[in-house]
Nanobody
């Protein structure tokens, strides 16, 4: 059974940084992709970025390039490093995973497994 466990959320002032972790377990992930999504209060959930184990590549929402970085360790943990945080980055952040059948990593409906979410609050 695939499990995703997120950690690292919290409160930070504008301009600060946070690093989220998503530990994946339950199978071999070398043909999978892990995506990061977020949902702000009153808004739809949106794509943040992704790491493809099969391609060894990272992908980002255009609006977040340069401030957010996705990386991985040697195992099955994927990180989301967030810098120069703004109050509008306040949201619940989720990681999710699916078999990597191609691109379109932003399509959240394609993801089968989701973490529980972690709250990030950025104050001005």
């Amino acid at each position: 059974q695939v499990q995703l466990v997120e950690s690292g959320g919290g409160s930070v002032q504008a301009g600060g940084s946070l690093r989220l972790s998503c530990a994946a377990s339950g199978r071999t992930f070398n043909t999978y992709v892990l995506g990061w999504f977020r949902q702000a209060p009153g808004k739809e959930r949106e794509f943040v970025g992704a790491f493809s184990w099969s391609r060894g590549s990272t992908y980002y929402a255009d609006s977040l390039k340069g401030r957010f970085t996705v990386s991985r360790d040697d195992g099955n943990t994927v990180y989301l490093q967030m810098s120069s945080l703004k109050p509008e980055d306040t949201a619940v952040y989720y990681c999710a995973t699916r078999w990597d059948g191609g691109m379109n990593y932003y399509r959240q409906d394609d993801y089968n497994y989701w973490g529980q979410g972690t709250q990030v609050t950025v104050s001005s």
